[in-house]
């Protein structure tokens, strides 16, 4: 027993070490050129002011990326996430999914093939699409980064009881003695570190797990030198009954350019963000900054729509909002926050929130999450 304990003891060390290895890299790499391009946007003209800002804000992709695969893995080694089910069409999934890697597979010269059966739009499936998503995401990822010229293919079909997905690209491969490691946490392989090949090493574990969680089976071929092919295999599981979601709370009187927007938001720098994004899009822009301002401010001013930040001093926005909500139930709340689990939006949804955006906040995604209430 007490040699096993050692055993167990310092794999977990290993484990350790390797994390905070790859993780210095994989942070330090983005946040170079970050602060790098930034230093050089102070003195740069008007052209290299956009190729730099492209640089940095592929860069904070990159970073961000990082951090939510590490965060995704601590959870699902430390904690039991449950199943959110529901039924969606499989094609729209699969080209959403895609949409990122087309773009670049093409700007690494790679050929993007996506191969669907006929009346592909009429496939369903009844499982967490989240789930489905995330491990497609991975294998995406894991087949760009790994392929330095010829294509990677994405298919889908209907098996007997499943729907199967494949992912097979023309790049190294992987070799024999590695084959058993691959889904571990952590591990890369000799040809991705001799190569310099940027990760982590968490994505196929992260898929391997997710997979497992709904019950699906994932599975490979490879050989060197002429690429992998990774199958998912998702249980068909149709539902008995029908969930219907009701309609979401819509301002069908209203337009972008005649709402009157306030932002909840205590951090000054969130605030002036958000600023840039909706100037000039809406009639008027305020500003609170913690719960009880907003409750004073909405007393006396009329507001269509409140971005409404979860963590504020004085007064949080869930408390907030519940307040909000028993006096004006047809105001728009949009919960904004950097607590992003399941579980933290899911209170911020049953405070009363009718959406929600994680920071950091993009502008497409703020923009759609606000079309769909007008």
């Not at 055993?7 to 905070?20: C, D, H, S, V």
């Not at 002011?49 to 990159?62: G, P």
């Not at 690209?169 to 490691?181: V, Y």
């Amino acid at each position: 027993e007490l040699f096993d304990s050692k055993e167990q003891a310092e794999a977990g060390n290993r484990l350790k070490t390797a994390l905070l290895n790859n993780m210095s890299h994989e942070i330090r790499t983005p946040m170079n050129a970050i602060m790098g391009f930034s230093e050089l946007m102070r003195n740069a003209d008007a052209e290299d002011k956009l190729t730099y800002s492209e640089i940095i804000f592929k860069c904070s992709i990159d970073l961000l990326n990082v951090i939510d695969q590490v965060m995704l893995l601590s959870r699902l080694q430390s904690e039991k996430i449950p199943q959110e089910k529901s039924r969606f069409p499989v094609l729209n999934m699969l080209q959403q999914c895609s949409s990122g890697f087309r773009e670049e597979a093409r700007s690494k010269g790679l050929q993007w093939e996506m191969v669907v059966p006929p009346k592909a739009n009429t496939l369903e499936l009844y499982t967490d699409e989240e789930k489905v998503r995330e491990i497609l995401i991975c294998l995406f990822s894991n087949a760009l980064k790994y392929t330095q010229k010829g294509f990677v293919r994405v298919e889908c079909s209907k098996q007997a009881d499943a729907i199967l997905f494949s992912v097979s690209d023309s790049g190294m491969g992987i070799q024999e003695k590695e084959r058993e490691r691959i889904f571990e946490p952590f591990y890369r392989g000799e040809n991705a570190i001799s190569q310099a090949i940027r990760g982590v090493g968490v994505g196929l574990n992260i898929a391997a797990i997710l997979a497992q969680l709904i019950g699906a089976k994932l599975s490979f071929e490879t050989e060197m030198g002429k690429g992998s092919r990774f199958e998912l295999s998702v249980p068909l599981a149709l539902p008995k009954k029908e969930t219907v979601t009701p309609p979401a709370h819509r301002m069908s009187d209203h337009s972008l350019s005649k709402l009157k927007v306030l932002i909840a938001e205590d951090e000054h720098l969130s605030y002036q963000y958000l600023i840039h994004l909706l100037k000039g899009q809406v009639q008027q822009l305020d500003r609170a900054q913690n719960g009880q301002e907003v409750l004073e401010m909405v007393e006396k001013s009329h507001y269509d729509l409140v971005l409404m930040d979860i963590q504020m001093p004085v007064m949080d926005g869930l408390e907030a909002t519940r307040q909000l909500k028993r006096k004006n139930p047809n105001l728009l709340v949009i919960a904004q926050s950097a607590f992003i689990l399941p579980s933290e939006q899911g209170q911020a949804m049953e405070a009363g929130c009718d959406g929600f955006v994680a920071k950091p906040i993009q502008k497409e995604q703020l923009m759609e999450m606000i079309h769909r209430f007008i």
